[in-house]
């Protein structure tokens, strides 16, 4: 029976978790499960510009695996501008981040990364640079 206690309780805590996700009481607006759902607060969601930095970590570390369209150097994180999530074996994040190169020239990625928060995985999938690359000043 303590066996039985002892594996019960973290799965309990997963399917209440996944249902908080699939219901869309994760603030997400309640969109459809499977579709993309607009971030309204993106600027001051501490959790999206920490994904937005940790994307801008990974392709710095694997530059050679996401680069696409030409060489940009290594990258400094400046700000998540957009986001959207989607409920699939976890969460799937899409922003486009904004970046400073090594020469100061800002520039706008799209990131795709998925977070599975009961494996406390975060994988980013792809990051490449934006339709309309440059910032406007």
């Known amino acids: 029976m303590a066996r039985l206690v ?11 978790l996944y249902t908080l996700l699939v219901s869309g ?18 600027k001051t969601n501490k959790e999206i510009q920490e994904l937005g930095r940790f994307s801008v970590k990974e392709f ?12 940009v150097g290594e990258l400094v994180f400046s700000e998540v501008v957009e986001a959207e999530t989607q409920v699939v074996s976890g969460l799937k994040y899409y922003l ?10 800002k520039l706008m990625f799209d ?27």
């Open 25 to 42: 009481v994760s603030g997400n607006g309640g969109g459809m499960v499977g579709g993309r759902a607009k971030v309204s607060d993106v």
């Open 111 to 137: 990131s795709v990364l998925v977070v599975k928060p009961w494996l406390r995985s975060k994988e980013l999938l792809a990051f490449e640079p934006s339709i309309g690359l440059r910032v406007r000043k």
């Open 60 to 71: 710095n570390n694997h530059r050679s695996t996401y680069r696409k369209g030409g060489e």
């Open 6 to 16: 002892k594996y019960s309780a973290p799965l309990f805590v997963f399917l209440v």
């Open 96 to 105: 486009k981040i904004e970046a400073t190169t090594q020469s100061e020239e």
